[in-house]
Structures are given as structure tokens and as C-alpha cells.
């Protein structure tokens, strides 16, 4: 089994990126208003890929609904479309090691369907076009540090900031993602007392998590402007309740039932043990970890069957179709319609 923090399946991520460039096509069907844009670099910090998907007024801006092709995903959606409403609750979404803003698109439409503006970022150094930094421990800090820099762009530089409440912020995160939840609500991690598997002693990062002097990682205050989460098998570097005391939001916590690429099962159940404020805890029979990332088109899992398909009797896009809907109602409950 791969750790999560050394997963190759940014490989087939990369895949879904290069494969083809953003492109509309029309249809008539329903879709969320979607927008593609480029945190500027800050300092040191670079520049940050995101996709933003919005409920659409169509009709003020001209524009018609459509599929927006990116690589093999036919995306329904609206480019560009103006945001309809205001005062909206937000949604950010991170992804796991060596993933992209694609990863979890359909719970993004799903929320932007439901009266949510959602932006999903590309993590700089950790994601499918490059991982320049995938393997270092500084990845662990700059993370969150992204999080942050998202949402002060979608309250500020955003076009259409002027539309979203800013009392009223979630967090959706995955494997990676979801480590990177849990540092942004004020976990402490700590890769030595957490004994992550790393089955390579050898590879830089596993040399990190062994080393006392770098496995324990500054602590970030939490970002208050974060008011609930939702996180999917999340890499689980809080060893006990001591690391995780000032996690104090609501929190709704998913495990697959199978585990894999070093998430493994009793490690999510422990995490959620752990928690001061007990969370929405749900166990997803027959799943394994990348169950929870968006279902593949049928050429794709063909090709990449490790990161599409799933074990026999498992139906990953029934399964998403309900955990989208249990996803969008939790934010409902803790930030409010949209």
C-alpha cells in the first residue's frame, strides 16, 4: 500500500488536464455558471490555478447553457456566466496529493445548483501539472496558507466577491485535501507521533516524517472564516485529541470502508474519535479511497481502471449522487440556503 502523501495517481490526473483545452459546446440542459481563473502570485507564494462554479442567470448575460469540455470530462456548465443572487454561502474545495480543481466537480455543481458559489483550487507544487514540491514536508505548511489565499480572493479579487457572504464559508476536502481542512480549522499535525505508512524509509518525505526536528510542523491559527467542513478520507497526521482540541467547527467526516493509498480505515475512525466536537461520521460500504473522487467517463476508465473503477457491486455514481445530496444538505444546515 502507498502512503496518500506518496500516491502516483497525479499521474492519471495529469492525464485528464493535457488531454484536451476548455472548450463550450451548446446543449439546453440545466448547468452552474463556471469561471477559470489565476490567483496572482504573492512574494514567494505563486500564482494559484482555480475553477469557480456559481449558480447562472443566464438570461443577463447572454450566455446559454452548455458542456464545457475539459479533456474527457464533459463539464455541464456555463462559461462565464454573471452569478444570479446574493448575500451566497461558499464552498472552497482541496484536493489530495497530486490532484486538480477537476477532481471533485460533480459535488462542485451540486453545491453551485444548490444556491452555493464554489472555488476549487489547483494546490502550487502538489497537483497534476506539477509536483515540484509534492514530496516535501513545506507542502504540508503552504497548503493551508492556500486555503487562506483562495478565500481572501473570492472575498476580494474575485469579480463578483461583492455577492458572497462572508459569514457564511465551508470547506470540502479530500485525502490531502483533507488534512489540509483539518490545518486550516486549527489541527496540529504531527508526522512523527502520527506514524503514517511509508513504505520507502528512503523517499525525502519519509526521512522528513522520521526526523524530530522536522516532523512536527508549525501550527497555523485557524481561519475563523471557515464555518464548516466536510472531509473525505482525510490523511490523518493528529496523533490524539491534544492535536486536534481547536477543531471546533461542525464537521462531517466520510471513510471509505476499503481505505487505500495509505488512508487507512481505523486511522479516519480514530481521527473522528479524536475531535472535540463530535462529527456527522460516515462509514461508505464496499468504497475504497478514490471512490470519493468523481466518477470517470467510460473511456477514461478504461484506460486508468486503478483511479476509475471500483470494487464489483460498487456504484460509484449512485454513490456520488447520494453523497452529493447529503453534502449539499450538511452545508445547508450550518451556513444556510443558498
Same mark, same amino acid.
Given at each position: ?218 501550527? &497555523?491559527? =485557524?481561519?475563523?472564516?471557515?464555518? $464548516? +467542513? ?5 490523511? @490523518?497526521?493528529? *496523533? /490524539?485529541? #491534544? ?49 470519493? &473522487?468523481? =466518477?470517470?467517463?467510460?473511456?477514461? $476508465? +478504461? ?5 476509475? @473503477?471500483?470494487? *464489483? /457491486?460498487? #456504484? ?23
Amino acid at each position: 500500500m502507498r502512503p496518500a502523501c506518496l500516491s502516483s495517481y497525479s499521474l492519471a490526473l495529469l492525464v485528464l488536464l493535457l488531454l484536451g483545452a476548455p472548450a463550450a459546446a451548446s446543449s439546453s440542459a440545466r448547468a452552474a455558471g463556471l469561471r477559470l481563473v489565476e490567483i496572482p502570485a504573492a512574494g514567494e507564494a505563486p500564482a494559484i490555478e482555480a475553477a469557480i462554479w456559481s449558480p447562472c442567470a443566464p438570461a443577463s448575460g447572454g450566455k446559454t447553457a452548455g458542456i464545457v469540455q475539459i479533456g474527457p470530462f464533459a463539464l455541464p456548465a456555463t462559461r462565464d456566466c454573471p452569478v444570479a443572487g446574493s448575500d451566497l454561502p461558499l464552498v472552497v474545495i482541496s484536493h489530495g496529493y497530486g490532484g486538480s480543481f477537476l477532481g471533485h466537480h460533480d459535488t462542485a455543481e451540486a453545491l453551485a445548483d444548490a444556491g452555493f458559489v464554489v472555488a476549487a483550487l489547483s494546490h502550487p507544487g502538489d497537483n497534476a501539472r506539477e509536483r515540484a514540491r509534492a514530496g516535501d514536508r513545506a507542502v504540508f505548511v503552504s497548503r493551508p496558507r492556500d486555503i487562506g489565499r483562495l478565500v481572501d480572493y473570492m472575498l476580494g479579487g474575485y469579480a463578483e466577491a461583492a455577492k458572497i457572504d462572508p459569514a457564511r464559508i465551508g470547506m470540502f476536502g479530500f485525502s490531502r485535501g483533507g488534512y489540509t481542512t483539518l490545518a486550516v480549522a486549527g489541527g496540529r499535525p504531527d508526522f512523527l507521533r502520527a506514524g503514517l505508512p511509508c513504505p520507502d524509509p528512503q523517499a525525502p518525505l519519509c526521512r522528513q516524517m522520521r526526523d524530530p526536528q522536522q516532523a512536527v510542523l508549525p501550527a &497555523l491559527p =485557524p481561519d475563523a472564516r471557515i464555518r $464548516a +467542513a466536510v472531509i473525505a478520507d482525510p490523511l @490523518n497526521a493528529f *496523533p /490524539g485529541r #491534544d492535536s486536534l482540541q481547536d477543531v471546533r467547527l461542525p464537521l462531517q467526516v466520510w471513510a471509505s470502508e476499503q481505505g487505500g493509498q495509505g488512508v487507512e480505515p481505523a486511522s479516519v475512525a480514530a481521527l473522528q474519535q479524536d475531535l472535540p466536537v463530535k462529527p456527522d461520521f460516515r462509514i461508505v460500504r464496499g468504497a475504497a479511497h478514490f471512490a470519493f &473522487l468523481a =466518477p470517470c467517463p467510460a473511456d477514461l $476508465a +478504461a484506460r486508468l481502471p486503478e483511479l476509475c @473503477n471500483d470494487a *464489483p /457491486g460498487f #456504484d460509484r455514481v449512485a454513490f456520488h449522487r447520494d453523497f452529493n445530496a447529503v453534502v449539499t444538505a450538511f452545508f445547508r444546515q450550518h451556513l444556510g440556503p443558498g
